[in-house]
C-alpha cells in the first residue's frame, strides 16, 4: 500500500482557516485520497474523499496537487470542536482502511 | 450518513473473564465489519476483517482463539476476548461497509473501552 506523510501535530486558532497537508508521494492512479477524523475518545469519522479534482463538501474541501503526490485538506473556519487527529490514507477499489499516526490538530480559542 | 452503534461503550472486567463487544449497522446493510484495537496515544490497527456468515480474516499476531468474531447477520458483528488480561486493556472500535454507497466509505461506531483488572 502506498504510505502517507503528515505532520505529528499543528495549531490553529478558533475561526481561522487550516491547512493540513498530507504527502503521498508513491501514490499509484488507482488510489483515492480519503482523509478521516478522530475526535478524543470516539470512533473516526469521514471527512472528506478524492481521486484528481479538488472536492469540496460541508465539513471541509479538499486540494489535490496536479501530480497528485499531496494533497491538503482545508477546514475554512476552525473551531473548538474540530480539535482532533486527522488521518490521510489512500485506498484502492474496497480496500481496507490502514491508519497511519495522522496529524493531531490543536484549536485555541 | 450511516450509523454504527457499539455496545457496550465502556465495560471494566477481571482478569480471566471474557467479554463480548457488539457492533450494529442500524441503518444499511453491512457485509463486511471491521474492528480495531487502539491503546492510548496510539493509532487505530486492523485485528480483524469479518464478512458476513463466513470466518474472519485475522491480521497477523492478532490471535484468533483469543479474539473470537461472529459476523451472523448483515446488521450485527461481535467481538469477543476470551481470557482477558490487563494487557488487552485497549479502546475496541469496530466499522462497516455499505454495499449502497458507490466508494469505499467506512462507517465507524463510537468504539469501547475495555479495562481489565
Known amino acids: 500500500d502506498a504510505k502517507t506523510t503528515q505532520p505529528n501535530s499543528m495549531e490553529s486558532n478558533e475561526e481561522e482557516p487550516v491547512h493540513l497537508p498530507c504527502n503521498h508521494s508513491t501514490i499509484s492512479g488507482t488510489d483515492y485520497i480519503h482523509w478521516y477524523r478522530q475526535l478524543p475518545s470516539q470512533g473516526p469519522e469521514y471527512v472528506i474523499h478524492?481521486?484528481?479534482s479538488n472536492v469540496n463538501n460541508r465539513m471541509a474541501s479538499l486540494a489535490i496537487a496536479e501530480d497528485r503526490k499531496s494533497s491538503t485538506l482545508i477546514l475554512h473556519r476552525a473551531t473548538l470542536r474540530d480539535a482532533a487527529v486527522y488521518y490521510c490514507?489512500?485506498?484502492?477499489?474496497?480496500?481496507?482502511?490502514?491508519f497511519g499516526k495522522g496529524t493531531m490538530l490543536l484549536v485555541s480559542p | 450518513g450511516a450509523v454504527v452503534s457499539q455496545h457496550p461503550s465502556w465495560v471494566i472486567c477481571k482478569s480471566g473473564t471474557s467479554v463480548k463487544i457488539e457492533c450494529r449497522s442500524l441503518d444499511f446493510q453491512a457485509t463486511t465489519m471491521f474492528w480495531y484495537r487502539q491503546f492510548p496515544k496510539q493509532s487505530l490497527m486492523l485485528m480483524a476483517t469479518s464478512n458476513e456468515g463466513s470466518k474472519a480474516t485475522y491480521e497477523q499476531g492478532v490471535e484468533k482463539d483469543k479474539f473470537l468474531i461472529n459476523h451472523a447477520s448483515l446488521t450485527l458483528s461481535t467481538l469477543t476476548v476470551t481470557s482477558a488480561h490487563p494487557e488487552d486493556s485497549s479502546f475496541y472500535i469496530c466499522?462497516?461497509?455499505?454495499?449502497?454507497?458507490?466508494?469505499?466509505?467506512?462507517?465507524f461506531g463510537p468504539g469501547t473501552r475495555l479495562t481489565v483488572l
Open positions: 478524492g481521486l484528481t
Open positions: 490514507i489512500l485506498i484502492q477499489g474496497y480496500s481496507t482502511l490502514t
Open positions: 466499522s462497516a461497509r455499505d454495499l449502497r454507497e458507490p466508494y469505499n466509505e467506512q462507517f
